[in-house]
Structures are given as structure tokens and as C-alpha cells.
């Protein structure tokens, strides 16, 4: 066999391995998002770290807030004070929206003691891998706001501060 | 020698394609080529998540997921770095860092392997089968260096004996 044919052979296994991820990615459907705005939420069911379960579809009549996060996470660790400061604002008139915490991680150690050290009292959901690939969420922290009538209305990829979500949670409570 | 012959010879025929390459032969476009040819070829369904991420989530997003996705290739970059800057230190010869890079080329070509058998079994790797074939691309890149190394200092022997 000579040089030039292994280096074409390279070239050409290159080329294959670009066919073969084309087809994979087809038959995955990650060629869009699962949730774009507008469309119905995919449920979110699971133990919640303090009381009993959480279900999504349970929620209907006002907006949601869904926060995926995860303990080891720094990004989320350095948001979620903030986001809990916007939750304890929400529990109050005229505000009708809730926020929850979905640890993508699913610990209950782990996640008991970031409650703890961040002082958090919002609502925290254990998830086992089934919400976070619902709504494809590939990075975190990410929020994801459900409006009254169950249907993805604002998307937040990313570290997000206060002002940012209080907007996009008014903006969904107005009727 | 071709591109294809450079990339192959590194294979088949590592001592005279290395001294090939030392005495003027190597260049530098080769292996930037294939590190961007591996990132698109390997990280396709990454790529294609940032184009419908940035449809509903904007350019900013998008680009925060291309550069994770090209974080992908940094172990290789920074292989391949520090190849070069462990030849030039051993060989001292001017062209050592053009050379050095080609000592990816075998490393490239189990990844290659290694993904294509995994693709065409449509399953991810175990972390040990992912182990034994990090493990094995890395000998064989180990051991062009290697070759690289002597056929890069055979070609200064006679300078610097003449000076």
C-alpha cells in the first residue's frame, strides 16, 4: 500500500465519519430545538427536595419558571442568589408566576447542601435525566418560562440576572 | 511529496517521510487542515445544535456553544503544541515545530478508527473502550515523535559537526 493511498484512506474516513453524523443527527431530530416558543411544555414530574412532587401539568392557570441547575455547577451556584430573591418577590400580589429549581444532577446530598449554603427557598425538583433531555438542555444553568396556559413562552440559555428574569416573568404574567 | 503522500507516508513510512519532511518538505497548512477537518467531521451534531440554537436563542448563544464545541479540539492543539516545543528543544532544528505536528497524524488516524466503529455501531464508547483508544493513539503519536525526533537531529549532525 503506498503513502498516497493512506493518506487519501484518511481523507476519505474523514469524509465518511461527516456522512455517517449527518445521518445520525436526522434520525435524533437535533437539528432544532424541542422547545421553541409557543410550543406545549414537556412535563416535569419529580420529587421535590422538601414536601412531595412536583408536576408541571399541575401548574396550569399561571406562568412557571423553570431553572435547571446542577450543585457542582459555579455559573448556577453564583446565579441561583439571585434568582431566589426574585422568587421571594414573585410570592408576593400582583405576581402570580412560581419559580422552580430543576437540579439536573438529582442528589439529594448534594443538593440539600447547596440549599443550605445558598440559603435557598424556592421549590427544588429532583431530576433524573428525564426533564433535562426533554428540553435539551446541553448547558446550565438554563430557564425556561412556561406561560399560564402550559405553552414555552421565553427561553434563557445561560447565567441570567435579576432584572433579565423579572422582566421575562412580567412580561409573561401580563394577561 | 502531495498532501496525501505526507499524510500517509507519516503511517506507512514514518523514517523517510519524517526526513522528508526535515529537509524541507513539511508544511505547517497540513495539520491546521486536518485538526478543522477532524472538529467539523467529529463534532457535526454539536455544530448543527448551535445553528438551531441561535434560531431561538440568538447569535450570542450560538456562539457560546461554537466554542464549546471547538474546546473539543483543544487537547489536540495543545498535543500538538507541545510536540513542537519538545522537538525544538531536543533537535534545535529550525523547521522542528512544522515537523512535530505530523506526529498527530497517527493519533488522528485511531480517533478516526475508533469513531468510525462506534458511528457505524451506533452506540457511544465505554469509558474504557474510550481509554484504550485514547491510549493507543497516543502510543503511536509517542512513537512518530519519536521518529521524528532522530530523523529531525540526523539532518544537524553533519552542521553541526561542520561547525
Redesign the interface.
Known amino acids: 500500500m503506498s503513502a498516497k493511498w493512506v493518506g487519501r484512506a484518511i481523507l476519505v474516513a474523514l469524509g465518511v465519519l461527516f456522512a455517517l453524523r449527518i445521518v445520525q443527527l436526522r434520525g435524533q431530530g437535533l437539528l432544532h430545538v424541542a422547545t421553541p416558543r409557543g410550543s406545549l411544555a414537556p412535563d416535569v414530574a419529580g420529587p421535590l427536595l422538601v414536601g412531595d412532587r412536583f408536576r408541571l401539568s399541575d401548574e396550569r392557570g399561571h406562568p412557571v419558571v423553570l431553572v435547571f441547575w446542577a450543585p457542582w455547577c459555579g455559573p448556577c451556584r453564583a446565579e441561583l442568589p439571585g434568582v431566589e430573591r426574585v422568587s421571594r418577590t414573585l410570592a408576593a400580589a400582583p405576581h402570580s408566576a412560581r419559580i422552580i429549581a430543576v437540579d439536573t444532577e438529582g442528589n439529594r446530598d448534594t443538593a440539600l447542601e447547596a440549599q443550605a449554603k445558598l440559603g435557598l427557598t424556592m421549590p427544588i425538583v429532583l431530576d433524573d435525566g428525564s426533564a433535562a433531555a426533554a428540553y435539551q438542555v446541553t448547558m446550565i444553568p438554563q430557564t425556561v418560562i412556561v406561560d399560564r396556559t402550559g405553552r414555552v413562552a421565553s427561553l434563557i440559555r445561560g447565567s441570567a440576572s435579576e432584572d433579565e428574569l423579572m422582566r421575562a416573568i412580567e412580561r409573561v404574567e401580563k394577561p | 511529496m ?8 507519516v ?3 514514518p523514517r523517510a ?1 519524517f526526513a522528508r519532511l526535515a529537509a524541507g518538505e513539511a508544511r505547517p497548512s497540513d495539520v491546521a487542515w ?1 485538526v478543522v ?2 472538529l ?3 463534532e ?2 454539536r455544530f ?2 448551535a ?3 441561535m ?3 440568538g447569535v450570542g ?1 450560538a456562539a ?2 461554537v466554542l ?1 464545541v471547538s474546546s473539543a479540539v483543544m487537547p489536540d492543539v495543545v498535543g500538538i503544541l507541545a510536540a513542537g516545543v519538545m522537538l525544538q528543544l531536543f533537535a534545535r532544528a529550525k523547521n522542528a515545530f512544522d515537523v512535530a505536528a505530523y506526529t498527530w ?1 497517527p493519533y ?2 485511531v480517533q ?2 475508533g ?2 466503529y462506534f ?2 455501531r ?1 452506540y457511544a464508547p465505554s469509558p474504557r473502550a474510550h481509554a484504550i483508544v485514547e491510549g493507543a493513539g497516543v502510543a503511536w503519536a509517542v512513537a512518530a515523535w519519536i521518529v521524528a525526533l532522530i530523523e529531525v537531529r540526523k539532518l544537524g549532525a553533519p552542521t553541526e559537526t561542520a561547525t
Open positions: 502531495r498532501f496525501d503522500e505526507r499524510i500517509g507516508g503511517l506507512i513510512t517521510t486536518l477537518l477532524r467539523v467531521a467529529g457535526l451534531d448543527a445544535r445553528i438551531a440554537v434560531r431561538e436563542f448563544a457560546q456553544e464549546m497524524i488522528l488516524a478516526l478508527a469513531a468510525l458511528s457505524a451506533g
